[in-house]
């Protein structure tokens, strides 16, 4: 029970691979009447156990499933020299090379960030002309709200002036 669900999970990253490379898994057969032994064609690897005079034999598989292509596209790495590619390792930093393998999750970043809690803050005043608490070098939110009230009152009165004597 366990290898098919690890089978599903597999199967389940990347569908079209595993199904192209399970449909498509090829193995040199050699010819009966050859007595060098070369492959001669590749065949499916789920042929029948019956030897056959013919040098292919397909399983069923191979015509029932659609044909999915997979291209294996060179990594950087197969594109330098083995030569070059020491060399460069050793002028290239080992970060260069670090790359992270997939995006960071939001779970993950949550545990990351979950032992750096909230601070206490100890430099906690009462304020001198309301008495609410306050930081201290900061203004009261009750007087700073009821200055920014007189301000606004007092920027609206001369506009109210004017438009009345128009």
Known sequence: MA?????????????????????FSLSPIFSASSARAAPSLYTSSQASPVPSTS????SFTFFAAPALPTYALPSLASL???SLSAGLRDLLPPW??????SKTTHSAKRMRSANKGLKEKHNLVACPSCGAPKLSHHLCHECHVAFRREVHR???EPRAAESGEV
């Open 55 to 58: 040098s292919v034999t397909v």
């Open 80 to 82: 330098i020299p083995d």
């Open 96 to 101: 260069v090379f670090a790359v992270p393998k």
């Open 154 to 156: 007092e920027a609206k």
């Open 3 to 23: 290898a098919v669900a690890l089978a599903s999970v597999q199967t389940a990253r990347r569908p079209a691979q595993r199904l192209a490379a399970s449909l």
